[in-house]
């Protein structure tokens, strides 16, 4: 079965400093990944895709995400937090054989401290 | 941002009533989701549609029945609402699907009292 696990619940880093989220998958073939961020009372905004290619896919705002297949991993970076960047983050992996369904990971909350 | 939007984006109601949320696009997209949010769980798919008439049930889909009679609207029922429907509940469009991502309403906060 698909799954998503995001193992940090929250995360709290400085401004200006750099961050890692992390993103584990169980999927059987070749996974189809999906990084959104969702803001306070908003609903949830595409930052990045992977779904073949290079492996290192450029994002929105900043974001990078790296897929490692050996890891069953796709940990989201940012060279560079700004205080804007204070959200929750979801990985998600796409079941292309049954109806194109989502499944989303529990999120990450990021506080960023001036 | 795509169109896609909810309706209502909020409601309060009681327990036991029937209340229905609505989900309209205008992109003529093909899939279309309905996923509830709650803390601790992400979010989790309670039905989606892949055409009119073409529906099937997620995850969470007990208590909650759908309906698509037109490509652009997906309608979410909670037959008789209870407490532990109280939720976020967002809409989720995309055409292939797999390729693209989703395109996420800015969802309906239900309260059941």
């Known amino acids: 079965a698909q799954s998503v696990t995001q193992p940090d619940i929250h995360i709290t880093v400085s401004e200006g400093a750099s961050l890692e989220l992390r993103c584990n998958y169980s999927y059987g073939a070749t996974p189809y990944l999906f990084w959104y961020v969702q803001s306070p009372g908003q609903g949830l905004q595409l930052l990045l895709k992977y779904f073949s290619g290079d492996t290192l896919v450029q994002g929105i705002k900043g974001f990078e995400a790296e897929f490692k297949r050996s890891q069953s991993s796709f940990n989201l970076r940012k060279p560079s937090v700004h205080w804007s960047d204070a959200a929750e983050y979801f990985c998600?992996?796409?079941?292309?054989?049954?109806?194109?369904?989502?499944?989303f990971g529990t999120g990450t909350s990021l506080t960023v401290i001036p | 941002d795509a169109g896609i939007t909810q309706s209502p984006r909020h409601k309060v109601t009681e327990t036991g009533t029937p209340v229905t949320l609505r989900c309209h696009q205008t992109e003529n997209h093909r899939y279309m989701y309905w996923y509830r949010q709650d803390p601790g769980h992400g979010l989790r798919l309670i039905h989606y549609?892949?055409?009119?008439?073409?529906?099937d049930k997620g995850e969470v889909s007990d208590g909650y029945s759908v309906s698509r009679s037109k490509t652009e609207d997906f309608l979410l029922t909670l037959e008789s609402a209870t407490s532990s429907q109280t939720s976020v509940y967002f809409c989720a469009i995309t055409d292939t699907g797999r390729g693209y991502g989703y395109t996420f309403g800015s969802g309906t906060r239900l309260t059941v009292v």
């Open positions: 549609s892949y055409g009119v008439k073409d529906t």
């Open positions: 998600a992996v796409v079941a292309v054989n049954t109806g194109n369904q989502f499944y």
